[in-house]
């Protein structure tokens, strides 16, 4: 059968898909589950990615954007996505007597609290991110309003006028394009010499490895299969490194049925990658649909090693040792 195929090599990026985050997020989720039982109200997707919220709400998951959608009285839990709140919400929470967990990411968390010091510490403080997304909401839902500036392009940080540029700091959100970033930050510097921040900006580990992953087989393929939801930034910028690698052909997809087969039946060399909320499955079903219409030899392109765990929130770990 496969003499009959035409031959495609297949570069599977590593790493790729589930990030340390995610893994805690959706295994907070199944944790809660299993401890309390159905349901378990999420707000907001656990994680951007419409496989992972189905099969969470077969399993009796129940998804709300805001928290007056969670029924008054509930005992059930109610969790916090991994992209963080604002800290009206677990006030809000508290309010209305919810039992709530927090599945935000550690290192969303980290970005709060540099944001916290630095608007204490009399700074203003410039966010550097997409405005409406929920790590934004969340990120300047620290501060009173007013008290963060987002900054999204270029052409922004060229414009902005801080109240003081004495004393001005900067935080990112955690899923932005590492040269976008750059280049946002080198223009803020220069115009801001007093400005202070992290050391480089805080853009995490698994973005920046899934990034650089792309960058490196980018220029040896014809083609890059991006495997992750229309929502989720980090996997959008994983597919524009593509394009602007130089890949004929680059998409974000998020099942095998939304793979264009008048760009993707044509060409000889292919990239595979997944965002950091993509499971591992659905890069499967991808190989699986080119294998179906190729003979396809795959090979692994690992440029770097992850080894990043984080515990569950702290309620799943004293409950699940009672
Ligand atoms: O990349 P974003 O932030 O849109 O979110 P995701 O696709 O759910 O991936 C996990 C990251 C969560 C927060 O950093
Ligand atoms: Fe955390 Fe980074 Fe994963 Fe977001 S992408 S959940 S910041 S590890």
Redesign the pocket.
């Known amino acids: 059968m496969s003499a009959d195929k035409p031959a495609l090599r297949v570069l599977l990026c590593a790493p790729r898909g589930f ?1 340390a ?2 893994v805690r997020a959706i295994d907070a989720v199944e944790k809660a589950l299993a401890l309390y039982g159905p349901p378990v109200y999420v707000r907001h ?1 656990i ?3 419409k496989y992972v919220v189905e099969g969470l709400k077969a399993k009796g998951a129940v998804f709300v954007e805001e928290l007056h959608e969670v029924p008054a009285g509930t005992t059930a839990p109610v969790i916090f996505s ?3 709140v604002a800290k009206s919400v677990p006030e809000d929470a508290a309010a209305r007597n919810f039992f709530a967990i927090d599945a935000t ?1 550690p ?2 968390t980290k970005v709060h609290r540099e944001a916290t010091v630095h608007h204490k510490r009399g700074r203003e403080v410039v966010l550097i991110g997409h405005a409406g ?1 929920p ?1 934004v909401i969340g990120t300047m839902g620290q501060l009173p309003e007013g008290a963060v500036a987002l900054v999204e392009t270029a052409a922004q940080a060229r414009s902005f006028t801080p109240r003081d540029p004495e004393r001005l700091a900067y935080t990112t959100q ?2 932005l394009s590492i040269d976008d970033t750059a280049e946002i930050v080198a223009i803020l510097r220069e115009r801001f010499p007093a400005m202070v921040g992290p050391q480089k900006e805080d853009i ?1 580990y698994a973005t920046t490895n899934r990034q650089e992953a792309v960058k490196r087989v980018a220029p040896q393929v014809d083609a890059m299969i991006v495997v ?2 229309p ?5 959008q910028r994983l597919r524009e490194v593509a394009e602007r690698e130089g890949c004929r052909a680059s998409a974000l997809v998020q099942r095998a049925a939304d793979i264009d087969w008048a760009v993707f039946g044509s060409i000889s060399s292919l990239a595979i990658t997944a ?3 993509a499971p591992e499955v659905l890069v499967e079903e991808i190989i699986d649909a080119f294998a179906a219409r190729f003979a396809v030899a795959v090979e692994t392109v690992h440029t770097a090693h992850e080894d990043v765990f984080f515990p569950l929130p702290r309620q799943l770990r004293t409950d699940a040792a009672e």
Do not use: D
């Open positions: 990030c985050g995610v997707e994680v951007h990615n991994a992209h963080g990411c290192l969303v997304h790590e955690t899923t995490c992750g939801a929502n989720s930034s980090n996997s965002g950091a909320s």
